[in-house]
């Protein structure tokens, strides 16, 4: 039991008591919306600790974090659509292929490992980024 | 561009989402580094993708009443304005600007969350040990179970 919380709710226990602080939700916001404007995605992985660290939980700062996301994405999505990003060759399969992943991803979530396949995403990101970048 | 390398990367990309994992941080570079989909192009598909995959997440989620109304609005506001101003942006950038600075902020954020896991990693081990030593030195606390 105590292993299955502690890896949630580290931030948890460290930010417990403090809670509704606007500002930091404003400048974490500006940073959400920056991510996903500017390049179509990560803003999620800053919105769940940013909702943490003003006092929201774990488990509702997952789910309240797509609550934020999703007008986001509807208003960069129309934007990079309108701009001329849109190759209907390419959005069209990947979209498919993203929606059946996304299916299997979420029937999958409780049979695996959690923190190990964590590990290996952040690896696989900090890898990617590296590549990209230099 | 091959339409089944782009399904099977689209694929990926979601399943890792679809676990919670923040699948579109891999999508786009997966997308960029392995099939040569443009930056821009790559932002679009995993902005798309995202819609239907959420409102769905999101529909589980009210009723199993997860979501702290309260605390949307506070981020949400400011980010949507920023969102649309850099959205903006990005579409008069080039993919190659957009795609290095991408790369940039997934080092600086994917070291932030190996951060993070570590942490908490540490924090149970440490929590583990004190709760044996308590177990050791203070065995009445638990003799009534």
Redesign the interface.
Known sequence: MFAHCAHNNVMELLTSKRKNRPLLSAIFGVAVGAANGLFGGGGGMIAVPALTLTGVPSKKAHATAIAIILPLSLISGAVYLAKGAADPSVILPSCAGVFVGGIVGALLLKKINSRGLSLLFYALMIAAGLKLSL | ?N?AV????????????????????????????LAG??Q????????????????T??AV??K?G???KD??A???????????????????SKDET??????????????L??A??L???L??KT??AM?AVIRRDLPHTFAQK
């Open positions: 561009m339409t782009l399904i099977a990367i689209g694929f990926a990309g979601g399943v890792l989402g679809g676990m919670g994992l923040g699948g579109g941080t891999l999508l786009i570079p997966l997308m960029t580094l989909v443009p821009k192009t790559a932002a679009a598909v995993n902005l798309i993708a995202f819609v239907p995959m959420a409102a997440a999101l989620h009210a199993n997860l979501i702290q605390a949307i506070p981020t949400a506001i400011p980010a949507a304005t920023v969102c649309a101003l850099f959205s903006l942006l990005a579409c008069n957009l795609s290095r600075a991408f790369g940039i902020f997934l080092v600086v954020l994917g070291l969350m190996l993070k896991l942490l908490s990693a924090a149970e929590r583990l709760l």
